[in-house]
Structure formats: C-alpha cells, structure tokens
C-alpha cells in the first residue's frame, strides 16, 4: 500500500518522534498485537484440516471485538473468492435478527464457534444457550477464550475443543490471532497471506522505513489537532470495505475515547467510515460546507481485477453522459475518487490524504489491519491514553446484571 | 411512538416558539414534502397491479436520496413481513458490487426503476447503459425523474413508464413520494399505512400537538448547543434499523452541514447511526468517556412480535449467566438500551433523549421518517442554513466531468 498526505508535516518534533519511539518500543514488550504478525498458524491449520467436509457454513458466536475482524476480511474477499464455507455472525440479541441468521443456515451443516475473551458476554451467552437448545452435540462448537476464564473452564469441563487469545491482545486487537484467522482458515482464507502483509508493514515501520514516516507524520497531525479535527473520516471507494469500515471505527473510538492518563480530561477522536461514491450523496456535503471540525482518509483500490465497462451506447438527450462510454467501471470510481478529493483539497482547511491498496486480496488486507493498529497506538500516546482498556463500558454491563438479577427475583 | 426527553427544556422562549413555528409555515407553503402524508398513490397502486406476476425481483438504478430510503424501510420490515418481490438496489460504480449483485437477480424476471432527480446522475445513468447492453427491452425499465429532465424527455422519446417527483421535494426528503413508495408497493409493503403513519406525526406537529412539544423542545436544545453538542448518535436497539440510521445519516448530514445564510460561516451537525447492543462494544466507550461533543437518542421497539426466549440452561462454571435464563430476548435487548442509558444519565452532561417505536410495521416506520424530516427542518430554520441545498458537492461533480471529458480526447 501506499499513503499520499496532502497536509504539512509539523515543524521542530525531533525530539518528540525519538521519545515516541522508544514509548512504542516499550509498549511493543508487553502488548501482544504488535507480535501477531509472527503468529504460529499450525494448530489453526492442524484443525481446519481436521473439520468435516460436509460442514458448509461457520457461524461465530461474538460481539465486537470476537466478530468485527473477521466480518471485515470475509466480505472484504467474498466478491473475488471463492470460499470453502459461508461464514455467519450472530452479534445481536435482536430476536428478529437472530431468527433471519436461523434461517440462512443448516444446524447439521454448521460448525460453531464460540468466542468470548472474558467469557462471560452476555450477548453470547444468551445465544450460545439458544444454539444448545437446537443442537446439543459439543463436538459442533469450538470455543475461543482467554486461558480460565468461565467459559475456558466449562469447555474442559465438557471436553470440548478450545483456543486461546494470545497473551495481552485485547479484543479489537485480536483479528490476526486464533480470534480472527480460525473463522477465515475454515472458509478458506489465505491466513499466511494475511499475516505476511502485516508483516510488511510490521518491518517498514519497526526498521524506520517508509510507513513509519507516514504514520508518524499523520499521527502527530491528529494528536496536535486532535481538538480540532476530533472527527477523523475514512472515505473508502469500494463496498468491499464496507465491514472494515465498522472495524476501523471500534478500533479507533474505543481505543481512543478515553480519560487522558494524566488530567483526566475527556479527550476522543470520532471515527467515521464511509462509502464511495455512494456517501457523496449523503455525507460529502457536510464535509465540504460543515465544520471543520473532520479529516478525511481516502482509500482507493489500484486493481480491481475485474473488465466491466460501461457499454458504447448513445442516449438521446442523455448525449451529455456519453464521456462516460467505453470506460471501465474501475476507472469511473478512481475518478470520483479523485474529484472528490480535488474539490476538498482547493477549500485548503481540510486535512486529506489518500491510501491506495494494491488489491483486493489477503496481503493487502493484512497490511491495511496493521497500518491502522499501529496508527491507533501512535495517537493513543501522543493524547496520552490508555489506548488498550475500556473501562467506560463497565456500569452499564453492572446495571444489566442488577436489573436481570431483579427479573429472577 | 413516544419520545421522552432526559434534558432540560431551554427557558424564555415563547416568542422563539412562534418565531419558529411562523418559519415553518412559511416553508411548508414551498417544501413540498410537508404535505406528502396526502400524496395520492392510486397511480402508483394501479401501476403496481399491472406489472406481471411473473416479475420476481424490483432493481433500483438509484443512488442517495434516490435510495436510501426505499432501502431503511424494506430491510425494517424485511424480517417480519412475506415479501411479493425482492428489491435490489444498484447504488454504487463499484465493479465488484455491480458483479455480485447480478448474481443475485434474473434479467428475464426483473423491472428496473431507474430513479434520478435531476435525470443525468452519473452512477445511475453508468449503471443503466450497462443494464440496456443485457436487456434491451425498454417495457421492463421504469423511469422516475423532475419533469422536462434529459431522463425524462429520453422516456419519452421511447415510449417507456415515466413517474415524477412532486413539486420542491428534494432527494433525501423524497422517500414518502414515488421515490420511495413506487419500489415498495411493487414489493407488496402497505404504502398507505406508511403514509397514515407520517399523517399522524404531521397532524400532532401542525395542531400543536405532543409531537411539537418534544420537537420544539429537542430542536432549541440542538441549535442552541450546535457547537458543543454537534455530533448527534441514533443509537438504535434493532438490526431492522440498520438502513433507516444510513437514511438518517444523510438526512442530517446533508441538510445541515452548511454556510450559514446570513454571516456564510461554515456550520453543521454531524449524524452517527449506531446499532445496539453490537456498538455498546464499539462506540459506546467513546461517548462514555470521550470528548463532551455527542448528544445520543437512543431507539428502542417497543413490541417485536416474537416468542423467542432464553431457554433454561444451566451451564457449570457459567452460573452467573443463570440470570438470563428464561427471559425473552426482546426483553434483554430493550435492557440493555435502559442499561446504557441509565449509565450515561448518570454522567449528567451527555443529552439523551429515547424514541419508542411500537412495533416492525409500516405505521410506525411512517412515523419516525416523518418525526426525523421535521427535526431537521426545525434545526435547519435555527441554525440558520438552508435545510434544501446541496451546493458543496457540484464542485466535484464538475471536476469529475472535466477528467471524463480528457479521457475521451
């Protein structure tokens, strides 16, 4: 991948950038994603060879974090791959939503997959007891789950097959460990692919190369600004990107969302993830007249692989659009993809730069996930957060448990 | 549907009030979709009734405004309701979207509804000289457009089915008109319920009824507070909401991201769809602990119509879960939006407010397109932006053709 930034490097940071450094480096010995590029796959492999043939779809059992990564790599691939299994997410407890998922799949077909880090998510539960009700042979479930936790315990218990979250990788960090590559292995997905465009970024930035420039010139952009241009927009020009777009903002808002560690300040960046060219019919206005409060990442696809074109056919008094004839559909979306950034770079106070992912395969997915989880613990620093906890969360998750002990009662 | 309000009402605006109310009158003299709950569909039903039976699947070529909302309300009542025909939507260039999406329809069994409102849409009219290369026959292809539009008078020249939209209604306000009702009747969704639902709204706002009160009330609180409060979250309880939060998305966004009229100052508020509980482990953190920037209405539905509950299972070591054993799972849903909120409330400088929407039908998905189109005009009026306009994205439309027109050379 490459990134282009249309907007100034700050002056006078070498000092900054030496001590941002070593705080990375430092984070590096206790954070376990950094490494998961290096993630020994052979257990997932051993497994996903063992899985029956007659098993056509993958259905995960998650929320968040346990189901995001893996959404946003199968339906970033599904259009160009041909895959070895559907994969489904039950990630609601809408009723409604849970009997539609019901009725795309086959029970006796379906391998599950139970992933929970703390093991305890309501969500899951509920579903997980829903899915026993209909099928209660354990071998159909696998279980993914920090080593002791409940559910770790109840699936020994019942001797059933059980994976664990790598040493410190929290939840919407965890997309290149067992959490997101056993689901993608079972479907068929190029999981070695994916770790080694990670990889790719992983040396560029750890040995001082080229995406470590971009990085830290866009990180120290944000986190200057950061309240100033609190909203930060990817603007992706393919619907393959729909889902890693959903990714990115749980990634980016949870992460950085926080009270700073040393005032206590609310600070937050909002993500938002858009779709083009479809949100310049919705969102590009508000961009270009609204506020300036957002910054804007396009991100472009280079090659398609794809040879539809728009057919040589003349309208009648639709002559005006014949510019369009003969084009590749490709081409077109590229195109409004770069008018759209013109029009937004004249106006001059809106930062901008542009990301252009080489295909749509593994590697380039692999390497888009790490850019955006280094960028993510950049900014968590230089904002001075804790960019790897969420404990926001916690009240409501204990006003629950009240009011459902109450029910019981 | 009910709204109840978590903030305090602003003091000393009587005359505000009226102020307001004498603008919106004004307005409604001129904006056509006031007055589309009285739109008379017995065009449309009779059109409906002629189209084969044959017919399985209803293409939209349609992009934004032209989209968006046939799309909110279909997937709403997708779940709960046998649908006549299936309704595809091609809104986008991207060569892999158009790809996969062709696999989902037969040519032979579809009716294409081409729908632009100014008729010279590139995506749609790209995406419609594509379909004519596959099928020629202009009797399976219906146009909706303004009058006199080059779409328009090339329907004509063919001879095909031309619908238009009303007087001075705008895309995104439009899905109450042929736009959005046109689709959904050839899908068999009641359009009359859904217009009997945006009377209701409409006769409680204009007979000073419950609804203007919370308007009103909701509307001065934003306005006043637009540049503290101006990212605005739908945080809503249901999958079937999903495509109304995009609706919505461009409702707000691209009605109130503005140059103010009198000083041209750049304002807006930016619109951010989430779905619960899936986003509580995303961007739940954020709100709860980030910048004070975000006013959150959380969406609830009141009545799901299902059975679906919780079975009584035990699991060892999973004890704790016993509490949800037994409870249906609309009511655990609807929990855990009283729980997030209730957590939220308790930080006292977050504005909530909660909508109670009834049930999954047309009625009430009538009523809270209706509530939204009102908000947004209430806003509009007070930030002092015109709500109608879309200037900021005809640059790049400008330089999107320039490019076009240099390829061709």
Chains 1, 2 share one sequence.
């Not at 993630?39 to 968040?64: H, N, T, Y």
């Amino acid at each position: 991948m490459t990134n282009k930034i249309y907007f100034e490097d700050l002056p006078n940071i070498k000092e900054a950038k030496k001590n941002l450094s070593k705080a990375i480096m430092k984070e590096k010995e206790s954070v376990g994603y950094y490494n998961l590029p290096q993630f020994d796959v052979s257990s997932i492999d051993e497994f996903a060879s063992r899985i029956d043939d007659k098993i056509e779809f993958i259905v995960v059992l998650g929320i968040g974090g346990s189901s995001l990564g893996a959404k946003a790599i199968y339906e970033f691939l599904k259009p160009v791959k041909e895959m070895k299994r559907k994969l489904y997410f039950f990630e609601s407890t809408d009723p409604l939503n849970i009997l539609s998922l019901l009725s795309k799949i086959e029970i006796k077909k379906s391998h599950f997959l139970v992933i929970s880090k703390s093991g305890t998510t309501v969500e899951t539960i509920a579903v997980f007891k829903y899915m026993l009700s209909i099928n209660k042979n354990m071998g159909h479930y696998t279980i993914i789950t920090d080593l002791d936790s409940p559910l770790d315990k109840f699936g020994k218990l019942k001797g059933m097959n059980i994976f664990y979250l790598p040493c410190n990788v929290g939840g919407r960090f965890s997309v290149l460990s067992t959490v997101g590559l056993l689901p993608l292995a079972l479907c068929g997905v190029d999981i070695k692919e994916l770790l080694s465009g990670a990889k790719k970024i992983q040396n560029s930035f750890f040995e001082d190369a080229y995406i470590k420039d971009v990085l830290f010139k866009k990180a120290f952009f944000y986190a200057k600004h950061h309240s100033t241009y609190h909203i930060n927009c990817i603007f992706a020009y393919s619907e393959t990107l729909k889902y890693f777009c959903q990714w990115y903002v749980q990634l980016w808002g949870e992460s950085l969302g926080k009270k700073q560690r040393h005032s206590a300040f609310n600070v937050g960046l909002t993500p938002i993830g858009l779709i083009g060219p479809k949100d310049q019919h919705s969102f590009l206005q508000l961009i270009v007249e609204g506020t300036r409060d957002k910054s804007m990442t396009c991100i472009k696809i280079d090659d398609f692989k794809d040879e539809l074109s728009i057919p040589d056919i003349s309208l009648e008094e639709l002559e005006s659009l014949d510019i369009l004839n003969g084009l590749e559909f490709h081409d077109l979306i590229n195109m409004q993809c770069d008018s759209a950034m013109e029009s937004l770079k004249i106006l001059k106070d809106i930062p901008i730069d542009e990301i252009i992912v080489p295909r749509v395969d593994e590697r380039s997915m692999g390497e888009l996930i790490y850019y955006y989880e280094l960028l993510t613990s950049l900014v968590g620093q230089l904002i001075d957060v804790d960019t790897y906890n969420q404990p926001g969360v916690e009240l409501g998750k204990i006003i629950l448990k009240n009011k459902l002990s109450e029910v019981r009662k």
